[in-house]
């Protein structure tokens, strides 16, 4: 028996800032999802401030990664206080992807290491986790093979900052698929 194949007419790119990288034990911050054809344009971006205990912030974000990026973390912090409850951003980003991507059928997810957030989706959003497809759209894959094989890399910037992050993860597919057109 054949699987039916999966052509998904749009890309749900996302990427999640965290606590930490445990999702046992770490919570999301910040979502930003981008919807886009295959040509990589922009159809509908959504943001989202992720309400967390503020003790768990400061109990979590005291490690290496974050005293080294300490402008970000102070930003996200300082920011949580207006952030929404969970259930109501996994209500907004339902609502998104059923405006711009539409209600039927499975999500192609993408990003950077979207594997990690995908943990995190699965933890906290177990309605859009259902939504999602099991494949994924994976720029750090492209990445380990232009790195290891050709020596090539994409210098992108590390703002760590949920919307410029996917910006940076599409402008990289691009970089790599542009090598392909010329390999």
């Known amino acids: 028996m054949t699987k039916p194949s999966f052509k998904p007419k749009h890309i749900l790119w996302m990427d999640l800032e965290m606590t930490g990288l445990d999702p046992a034990a770490d919570r999301i911050l910040e979502v930003a999802a981008i919807v886009t054809d295959w040509n990589f344009t922009e ?3 959504y943001e989202a401030v992720k309400k967390v205990d503020a003790g768990l912030m400061e109990a979590r974000m005291r490690i290496p990664f974050w ?6 973390r102070d930003a996200l912090m ?3 206080a207006s952030g929404s409850e969970s259930e109501t951003v996994e209500d907004e980003l339902l609502k998104f992807i059923h405006e711009h991507i539409g209600p039927e059928g499975k999500v192609l997810l993408a990003g ?7 943990k995190f989706i699965e933890n906290e959003w177990p309605r859009l986790n259902a939504q999602l497809h099991y ?7 492209w990445k380990v093979v232009f790195e290891g094989r050709f020596r ?3 210098k992108k910037s590390e703002s760590h ?3 410029e992050d996917i910006r940076g993860s599409i402008e990289e597919l691009r970089y790599y ?5 010329h390999a």
Do not use: C, Y
Not at 67 to 72: D, Y
Not at 177 to 181: A, Q, T
């Open 112 to 118: 950077n290491s979207i594997h990690q957030d995908r």
């Open 78 to 80: 300082a920011q949580n």
């Open 177 to 181: 698929l542009g090598m392909v057109k």
């Open 67 to 72: 005293e080294e990026n300490a402008p970000v």
């Open 43 to 45: 159809i509908a971006t």
């Open 135 to 141: 494949r994924m759209l994976d720029v750090s894959a």
């Open 152 to 154: 090539k890399s994409f």
């Open 161 to 163: 900052r949920a919307l």
